[in-house]
C-alpha cells in the first residue's frame, strides 16, 4: 500500500505523518498519531462518535479519508481543555451528569461546541437539531441538552 | 480498508482513471468510504477532482447550476436557493449535511437520496463529461453509469409552487419512510394546469407519480380535487422493505402523506 504524506493542524499543533492512502481520519488520529478522543462507532456515519471539527464544520471522520484532510485545521474533544481547564462544555457534561458510559460523549462535544460557536445562545430546538447526527444508548438525551444548554448559559455569563 | 485514493485536478483525467476495474469516485464519502468501511471488496481504489467548478453554485435568470461537490449544508444555506432549503435538510445530521454531495446524492439507493427527490421534481437536468441528461434519463441508467456527474441545473420554480415532505420515524432526524416533492403551476381559477410528483422509497430510486400527476391536471387543490390523485399515487411504485417501514406500509401512507403536501 502507498504511503502518502499528509500534514494538518490538530488542536493547534501542526501534525505531518506518512499513512497508508485510503486511511480514514478516524483511523489516522486513533492509531498513529495517538488521539483517542473521536470514538469508532458505527463506522457508517450513522452514530456520530467520530464527529471532528475539520474547518469549522462538523464531519465525521469515519466517513472522511486523512489524505483529503492536508491543509486543514482540526479539532478534536481533547483539544478542548486548554491549561488543565476544561472547556465550558465538558463541565457541563460532568455537572448535569450527562455521560454515562461515556461513549458519545466526544461526538456531542464536538456537535455542541460548533452548534455554540455559531449560535451562542441556542434554543431547546437549536440543541436538539445539532445533536441529531449524535446517537447515546444511556442517557435517554435529556441530560446532554440540559448540559449544552446550560454551557450556553455559562458562556453568555461570562461574556456579559 | 486497503484503498488507494487518487486526485485529479481535472474531471477528465479523474474519469479516465475511472475507467480501472474496481475504482470507485469520492464525493463527500457518505456512500463509498461507507461501502468500503462496511467490507464491501469490489471497492479497491478511489478517484477524486478538486476541479472548483465541481463546488459553484450559479443562478441566473432564475436558473440554477449546482456543481457536483456542493454539499447539503452549501445548499441549505445559501441565500437564493431557500426554496430548496427543507430538501437539503432533509439529509443526515448536521454532519453528514457537511459532506453529503449533490453528486453523490443521485446515486444514493433508497432509503436514502431524498435530496434527488426533489431534483426529479424540478425535472433537472445531470451534467456529466459527456454531456447532459433528463434525470430521469440519468436516474434510470445511474447503476451502469462511468461518467462523473458535474452538475445539476434546473429552473427554480414560482415560490410556493415547489413542496417537499419527508416523512420518518425518528424526529428530528430518521431515515424516510418516503419522501415526497411536488412542481405545482396553478391557473388563474386555481386548477392545478401542470403537476410534477417525485417519491422516495417507493422504487429503489426516486420515481414519477405519473398517474397521480395526470389526475391532479384541471383539479382544484381542495379534498375533492385531489382525491383521484391520492388513489392513483401507487400506481407503479414498487416500495422498498426494510426495517424503516414494509412495502405494504409504505403504499398505505403515501396517499396521507401526498394529501397533507398537497393540501398544505
Given at each position: 500500500m502507498a504511503k502518502v504524506p499528509v500534514q494538518f493542524t490538530l488542536n493547534g499543533s501542526e501534525k505531518a505523518e506518512f499513512i497508508d492512502?485510503?486511511?480514514?481520519l478516524l483511523n489516522a488520529l486513533r492509531d498513529k498519531i495517538g488521539d483517542t478522543s473521536p470514538k469508532g462507532g458505527c463506522h457508517q456515519g450513522t452514530c456520530g462518535a467520530c464527529s471532528v471539527i475539520i474547518d469549522g464544520e462538523l464531519r465525521l471522520s469515519c466517513l472522511t479519508l486523512a489524505e483529503t484532510c492536508s491543509g486543514t485545521a482540526i479539532t478534536t474533544t481533547s483539544g478542548l481543555a486548554e491549561g488543565g481547564v476544561l472547556h465550558p462544555l465538558q463541565r457541563a457534561f460532568l455537572d448535569t451528569f450527562a455521560t454515562q458510559c461515556g461513549f458519545c460523549t466526544p461526538g456531542m462535544i464536538m456537535a455542541a461546541k460548533v452548534l455554540l460557536d455559531h449560535t451562542p445562545n441556542p434554543t431547546r430546538g437549536d440543541v436538539v437539531e445539532a445533536l441529531s447526527g449524535n446517537i447515546c444508548r444511556c442517557t435517554g438525551y435529556e441530560p446532554i441538552i440540559q448540559a449544552v444548554l446550560t454551557a450556553a448559559r455559562s458562556n453568555s455569563q461570562n461574556a456579559a | 480498508m486497503a484503498l488507494a485514493l487518487q486526485t485529479f485536478p481535472t474531471v477528465k483525467d479523474a474519469n479516465a482513471a475511472l475507467k480501472t476495474a474496481g475504482t470507485r469516485y469520492l464525493g463527500g464519502g457518505t456512500l463509498v468510504v461507507r461501502a468500503a468501511n462496511e467490507g464491501d471488496v469490489s471497492v479497491s481504489g478511489l478517484v477524486r477532482s478538486t476541479d472548483p467548478t465541481l463546488l459553484a453554485i450559479t443562478v441566473a435568470d432564475g436558473k440554477i447550476r449546482i456543481g457536483a461537490s456542493v454539499t447539503m449544508a452549501a445548499i441549505a444555506r445559501h441565500p437564493e436557493l431557500g426554496t430548496l432549503a427543507k430538501a437539503a435538510r432533509a439529509v443526515g445530521g448536521p454532519a453528514v449535511r457537511n459532506m453529503a454531495t449533490v453528486g453523490g446524492n443521485l446515486f444514493a439507493p433508497a432509503p436514502y437520496g431524498d435530496f434527488a427527490v426533489a431534483l426529479l421534481a424540478l425535472d433537472a437536468t445531470v451534467g456529466t463529461d459527456d454531456g447532459e441528461l433528463p434525470i430521469e434519463t440519468f436516474l434510470a441508467g445511474r447503476d451502469d453509469s462511468h461518467a462523473i456527474v458535474t452538475s445539476v441545473a434546473f429552473t427554480l420554480p414560482k415560490a410556493d409552487g415547489f413542496r417537499f415532505l419527508k416523512v420518518s420515524r425518528i424526529k428530528p432526524k430518521g431515515v424516510s419512510v418516503l419522501s415526497i416533492a411536488t412542481v405545482l403551476e396553478q391557473a388563474a381559477d386555481g386548477t392545478v394546469s401542470s403537476a410534477r410528483i417525485a417519491l422516495g422509497c417507493m422504487a429503489d430510486r426516486p420515481i414519477r407519480a405519473r398517474a397521480a400527476e395526470k389526475a391532479l391536471k384541471g383539479k382544484s387543490l381542495d379534498q375533492g380535487g385531489i382525491a383521484a390523485a391520492l388513489a392513483a399515487s401507487t400506481e407503479g411504485t414498487t416500495p422498498i422493505t426494510d426495517p424503516i417501514a414494509s412495502a405494504w406500509y409504505r403504499a398505505e401512507v403515501l396517499p396521507v402523506h401526498l394529501g397533507r403536501l398537497l393540501l398544505s
Open positions: 492512502s485510503g486511511t480514514t | -
